[in-house]
Nanobody, 115 residues
Framework: QVRLVQSGGGLVQAGGSLTLSCVAS????????MGWYRQAPGKQRELVAT???????NYLDSVKGRFTISRNGAEDKAYLRMNRVQPEATAIYYC?????????WGQGSKVTVPS
């Protein structure tokens, strides 16, 4: 089993920055993909960014150039740095870890960007 614990989130003004953190523990294998999803009120969950253990990353088009996913591989930690956030970033953000055809989820972190 794998457990993901998130921290960060909260209220941030439009144009500001925020960092979400996620720590994974448990039976983690050497190749895995950590990522961040978000679900805005009344909308479907969407993939924001992923980063695998080989350095390959993927971003939602609307966040490219403003959001950065990073990892501390030695400690199985992942971060999502969000710069120049806009009200449409308001959502619950979930950390995920995918390995061996299974996906694990964090508890969610609420991010609010007032308009």
């Amino acid at each position: 089993q794998v457990r993901l614990v998130q921290s960060g989130g909260g209220l941030v003004q439009a144009g500001g920055s925020l960092t979400l953190s996620c720590v994974a523990s448990g039976d983690i294998i050497s190749f895995n993909v950590m990522g961040w999803y978000r679900q805005a009120p009344g909308k479907q969950r969407e993939l924001v960014a992923t980063l695998n253990t080989r350095g390959g990353s993927n971003y939602l088009d609307s966040v490219k150039g403003r959001f950065t996913i990073s990892r501390n591989g030695a400690e199985d930690k992942a971060y999502l740095r969000m710069n120049r956030v806009q009200p449409e970033a308001t959502a619950i953000y979930y950390c995920t870890l995918r390995q061996d055809y299974q996906e694990y989820w964090g508890q969610g972190s609420k991010v609010t960007v007032p308009s």
